[in-house]
């Protein structure tokens, strides 16, 4: 017989010596969950202590109170767990989770804004959970698993509360005022899952200084009211930091320059880097500098760019930005020489070689130059069609003969001086027979990064590229379709 059921014979016995008038009559006829081993016991449950919102929480937090009055004399709740089960729409994660909890019936508030993440994500709105209470009773020096009952309970995961828009103001947007504010943009992702935002400027001047806004201050015409996020410190030159809203100073950007501004507005922190191009150097096209001007990541975004193909060795590549070309002292590698992690840390600094995952396959490599992260992304489709030549052809040469690009390897294309203007588009083995690229959507469909053009080439529906006449160090991937136009400088 299970020692849980000889302790209830004994509970039942105290209760029977104490009992009058059939107050305890319930106890005739004693439950037993055999799933989780634990018995019932008249009275005794658990009740919500109340709304939970991790936001107002210290390290540990009351989830609810018993009735342990219902237990005879001489018993005590030695500790106490909980069976959560999310509930109602949106729910990421369906397995129950079980969370200790200490006599009191206090939780670890750690554990509970892990388990809500995992639920339903990191946004801040109450939530709501089944929880299912069992207790570890003492009586007279034996143990009673005891079942507690199930109740609902919300839970509010700790997040701040963040604004769709938000706005650099100061001297690096060119002025104070609501006229002078540069927008951030972001992703299209759950603000609470993605919560990035970039924004670009340029700046002229030495010790340009700047704060950030929300969008309600801007709608309020009051700028810097309570909501104005800036440094901790007033004229902090840091390139990277901390964000307050408690008395902000104003951050400085020290050299002129073209810059991308990157904060995550989850952790308040703030980065800012200059503006860039970023070229490979390795065993995909070559070791040289010469090797790496044809190898460039093509722009994704102000901070991030791509590089597309098939990495074919250990001990793969490093990166270079423009004005580092050839100088492997300042080099971008990883922090172990090596590596193949599917994602990890860039560094400059005794930067390391780094592979793809696995050898001699097609893969997506992302550099994140603002927080200085790469990851690879392997290809569905391992066997992309091979082109024997690539070619520009448009309004620059009365559409007749294409402008060849040079081979950098089966899938990447180069082409160094190519005066283009107008619209014009990319098409492969120079007939329209075959595979041809423009953009998606109007003639001008694409960034800018700095001077650069960049943009995604489609097949299907293709509008002409038009782009401004001049002379351009031009990249294609006929693989994704990715090119860019980097104006060659005198």
Not at 41 to 62: F, H, V
Not at 178 to 207: G, Q
Not at 445 to 470: C, D, F, H, M, R
Request: hydrophobic residues 35%; contains cysteine.
């Amino acid at each position: 017989m299970k020692k849980h059921i000889y302790i209830f014979g004994l509970l039942m016995a105290v209760f029977g010596f104490s009992a009058c008038n059939g107050d305890y009559d319930d106890w005739a006829a004693p439950q037993s969950n055999a799933q989780e081993d634990a018995i019932t016991i008249p009275g005794y449950t658990a009740a919500a202590a109340g709304a939970i919102d991790l936001n107002q929480a210290g390290e540990s937090i009351n989830m609810f109170t018993l009735s342990s009055a219902a237990l005879p004399e001489g018993s005590t709740v030695e500790n106490n767990r909980v069976k959560l089960t999310p509930t109602g729409e949106g729910v990421k994660d369906e397995l129950s989770k079980t969370i200790e909890l200490t006599a009191d019936c206090k939780a670890d508030s750690a554990a509970l804004q892990a388990l809500v993440e995992n639920a339903f994500g990191k946004r801040p709105v109450e939530r709501i959970f089944k929880a299912h209470v069992y207790s570890n009773v003492n009586y007279k020096g034996d143990d009673v698993y005891v079942d507690a009952g199930e109740v609902n309970v919300s839970i509010t995961p700790a997040a701040p509360n963040i604004e769709p828009v938000y706005y650099l103001v100061g001297d690096v947007a060119g002025g104070w005022t609501k006229n002078n504010i540069l927008k951030f943009t972001r992703s299209d992702k759950d603000i609470y899952e993605d919560p990035y935002f970039t924004v670009t400027f340029k700046t002229t001047a030495a010790n340009q200084y700047w704060k950030i806004v929300p969008q309600s201050n801007v709608d309020n015409d009051d700028l810097f009211a309570a909501g104005a996020l800036g440094t901790v410190k007033d004229g902090d030159k840091s390139l990277s930091g901390k964000l307050t809203i408690n008395y902000p100073g104003a951050g400085v950007v020290e050299k002129p320059g073209s810059y991308a501004m990157v904060i995550n507005m989850l952790t308040n922190e703030y980065t800012i880097v200059k503006t860039d191009l970023y070229y490979m150097v390795g065993n995909m096209n070559g070791w040289t500098a010469e090797a790496a001007k044809k190898s460039l990541f093509i722009p994704s975004g102000s901070t991030t760019a791509t590089y597309t193909g098939q990495f074919n060795g250990s001990y793969d590549l490093k990166i270079w930005n423009k004005e580092g070309l050839g100088n492997f002292s300042v080099a971008w590698g990883s922090a172990v020489d090596g590596a193949t992690d599917e994602t990890g840390t860039l560094q400059n600094s005794e930067g390391q070689a780094f592979a793809a995952p696995t050898q001699n396959e097609f893969y997506t490599l992302t550099i994140n130059m603002g927080n200085n992260t790469y990851s690879w992304t392997k290809l569905e489709n391992q066997s992309p069609d091979v082109y024997t030549k690539i070619g520009l052809i448009g309004a620059f040469n009365s559409w007749s003969t294409d402008l060849e690009l040079e081979k950098v390897n089966d899938h990447n294309w180069y082409i160094h001086n190519a005066t283009v203007g107008g619209e014009l588009k990319f098409r492969s083995n120079g007939n329209w027979d075959s595979a041809n690229w423009g953009i998606s959507g109007n003639t001008t469909n694409y960034n800018t990064l700095g001077a650069t053009i960049y943009g995604s080439g489609v097949t299907s529906e293709a509008k002409n590229i038009n782009i401004p006449e001049g002379t351009y160090d031009v990249y294609f991937c006929d693989i994704t379709g990715q090119f860019a136009f980097v104006p060659v400088e005198d």
